[in-house]
Antibody, heavy 119, light 108 residues
Framework: QITLKESGPTLVKPTQTLTLTCTFS??????????VGWIRQPPGKALEWLAV???????RYSPSLNSRLTITQDTSKNQVVLTMTNMDPVDTATYYC???????????WGQGTTVTVSS | SYELTQPPSVSVSPGQTARITCSGE??????AYWYQQKSGQAPVLVIY???KRPSGIPERFSGSSSGSMATLTISGAQVEDEADYYC???????????FGGGTKLTVL
């Protein structure tokens, strides 16, 4: 059974760096074709794709946020970490991590973690 | 940046067929995916690779794609299908993913 869970701070100050951790079970990110992604949703707004990391350590980022995002994996801990620099109040959102395999994108989701950016 | 366009809202009566469209210039060459999000919950994949239905998703959910438009069809919509629906695909490079703006389905 595939499960994912996001963790990290609930409140960050403007200009700070956000670090979110996705801890998963039921699959290995080393398995060919597997990917773990991050998606966010501001309150009352649409979903927004942020980044994805693949089994072979290939990484892709949203073009609009590319300069602020870094995604890494720790296969020994079954974790994927997303960092976002220079946080702003507009980054207030629920952040989700997801599992994918091959061309089956985002077939499993974590419950999401809410991050508020405020001084 | 690449965009997918959905109608903001669709409304049907219970038992009717609901159709939600998604338009995008790369849809003729890239797969479309559909997610259902009920209030306060994480999204759920209901259609992948244009037409395929994950296990556990009711048969009344189906997907199609023609030209630059993908369509999610809910045949015999039920009250419990009331939710926000998002289409999802990639840009022309295939490297970057994008969501549509979402469609609020009302079954009333």
């Amino acid at each position: 059974q595939i499960t994912l869970k996001e963790s990290g701070p609930t409140l960050v100050k403007p200009t700070q760096t956000l670090t979110l951790t996705c801890t998963f079970s039921g699959f290995s990110i080393s398995t060919t074709g597997v990917s773990v992604g991050w998606i966010r949703q501001p309150p009352g707004k649409a979903l927004e794709w942020l980044a994805v990391i693949y089994w072979n350590d290939d990484k892709r980022y949203s073009p609009s946020l590319n300069s602020r995002l870094t995604i890494t994996q720790d296969t020994s801990k079954n974790q994927v970490v997303l960092t976002m620099t220079n946080m702003d109040p507009v980054d207030t959102a629920t952040y989700y991590c997801t599992h994918g395999r091959g061309t089956v994108f985002e077939d499993f989701w974590g419950q999401g973690t809410t991050v508020t950016v405020s001084s | 940046s690449y965009e997918l366009t959905q109608p903001p809202s669709v409304s049907v009566s219970p038992g009717q067929t609901a159709r939600i469209t998604c338009s995008g210039e790369t849809l003729p060459k890239k797969f479309a995916y559909w997610y259902q999000q009920k209030s306060g919950q994480a999204p759920v994949l209901v259609i992948y690779e244009d037409t395929k239905r994950p296990s556990g998703i009711p048969e009344r959910f189906s997907g199609s794609s023609s030209g630059s438009m993908a369509t999610l069809t809910i045949s015999g919509a039920q009250v419990e299908d009331e939710a926000d629906y998002y289409c999802y695909s990639t840009d022309s490079s295939g490297y970057h993913r994008v969501f549509g703006g979402g469609t609020k389905l009302t079954v009333l």
